[in-house]
């Protein structure tokens, strides 16, 4: 059995069974799983953690499945990069990429709730598994839910990158593609969730769903040597992965894995989509819905469900948030690749261009040890950065040609 002892209203309070179902009945507030963090406390050690198999499930006893794990086996555990050649281009002096652009298996942050969710369907009953998703869950969901053999809608914008389409018709599930943008898919989806019996992932499983988020936090605080980041930058869609990397470092500390917590969290988001950051600045709790308009389609959530309880965290925190166009997402694309060998999609150029927005602006202390969340492939959105790459140097198949080149290169 798991130490999950049940779900609770993150407004009101109210306690529920451990059930598929994620709003509150008497207030409509989210429902967010609650733990026996004692038991845990009692029997998860750093030596446990270590003698594991290097996946996202080696935390397994906070995460809330009753069992054994029956999805993402191959995910999580990413690199923790120190970026020496990022840092010294940034002035800073200890920087580091949490990098999950590699290791899972759709090369996205994604897996993580992916895995956790189809568990937890599992358990439930489900054989149907669904979710809206602006590209990068379309392909988890896709792709796990095909090696679970669970049946598969999958609900996306239709004005998705054709490279993020064709990476989830792969694995052959029933795409939708909606006229509309993430929002009205979203709202179509509960409706469709509120009609058929389906485990939609980030719907009436997204309790249990969301928690496969804490994961990266978890294991940034194990690379890092059992310490929490003085500061971590974390890209804003909905907001959960923010709030979860926090919760997952305050559970650390609940349970003793760590001994101290003094990290600033910062909100990264692209302004054409800025939500959350701009009640972050605005020192207000009401999140605006905006119509999104930007290249960062991942981030592109103009009414984000856990948006407050983002601004909350970063509140709690001291953190901060910036907001960058287009151009600097591509900048920081081309940066992060070119400095540390790291192809992030537009998501990774907003959280770097947002952090040399909050470095510069004094609000990121350039000793502390930072870290940059890089959630997904650039292969996923080559498009961003078309156009904005220099071109080959065509030759013919001589050694004169070649050295013909190498003059025009060896003179730039």
Not at 91 to 97: C, S
Not at 129 to 150: E, I, P, R, W
Request: charged share 25%; net charge neutral; proline share 4%.
């Amino acid at each position: 059995m798991g130490f999950v002892r049940g779900l609770k209203c993150r407004e009101c309070g109210r306690e529920y069974s451990v059930d598929p179902i994620y709003v509150c009945e008497f207030c409509f507030g989210p429902l967010e799983v609650v733990y026996d963090y004692e038991g845990i406390k009692g029997i998860l050690t750093r030596e446990k953690i270590v003698s594991r198999p290097q996946n996202l499930w080696r935390y397994k006893e906070l995460l809330p499945i009753d069992g054994e794990p029956t999805s993402g086996l191959h995910s999580g555990f990413t690199p923790l990069v120190r970026a020496d050649k990022l840092a010294a281009h940034l002035g800073m002096k200890r920087l580091y990429i949490k990098d999950d652009t590699v290791t899972h298996p759709t090369l996205s942050f994604k897996d993580r709730v992916v895995a956790v969710a189809l568990s937890k369907a599992r358990e439930f009953g489900f054989n149907t598994v669904a979710c809206a998703s602006t590209g990068n869950l379309a392909h988890s969901v896709s792709a796990h839910g095909a090696a679970g053999g669970f049946k598969r809608f999958i609900f996306i914008p239709a004005s998705l990158e054709k490279s993020k389409i064709i990476a989830s018709l792969v694995y052959e599930p029933n795409l939708i593609a909606v006229e509309g943008n993430y929002d009205e898919v979203n709202r179509l989806c509960s409706e469709v969730a509120n009609k058929y019996k389906w485990a939609f992932v980030n719907i009436n499983i997204r309790p249990f769903y969301a928690e496969g988020s804490k994961t990266q936090g978890y294991e940034i605080v194990e690379q890092l040597g059992w310490r929490a980041p003085d500061v971590v930058v974390v890209p804003c869609a909905s907001g959960s992965l923010l709030t979860k990397i926090w919760k997952s470092f305050k559970e650390m500390k609940e349970i003793s894995l760590i001994n101290d917590l003094n990290t600033k969290v910062f909100s990264a988001q692209a302004t054409g989509c800025s939500p959350i950051v701009a009640a972050i600045k605005e020192g207000v709790d009401v999140i605006r819905p905006v119509k999104p308009d930007t290249i960062a389609k991942s981030l592109a959530i103009g009414n984000p469900a856990d948006g407050y309880y983002a601004t909350q965290v970063v509140k709690e925190s001291g953190g901060y948030g910036a907001d960058v166009s287009d151009e600097e997402i591509i900048d920081a694309i081309k940066l992060l690749a070119r400095t540390e060998g790291i192809f992030g999609e537009t998501a990774g150029g907003v959280t770097l261009a947002s952090a040399i927005r909050l470095i510069e602006s004094g609000h990121i202390d350039r000793d502390a040890v930072t870290v940059l969340c890089i959630t997904g492939n650039g292969l996923k959105t080559k498009e961003a950065v078309e156009g904005h790459t220099g071109e080959p140097y065509h030759i013919n198949p001589n050694l004169k040609s070649f050295e013909e080149a190498l003059e025009k290169i060896n003179s730039k």
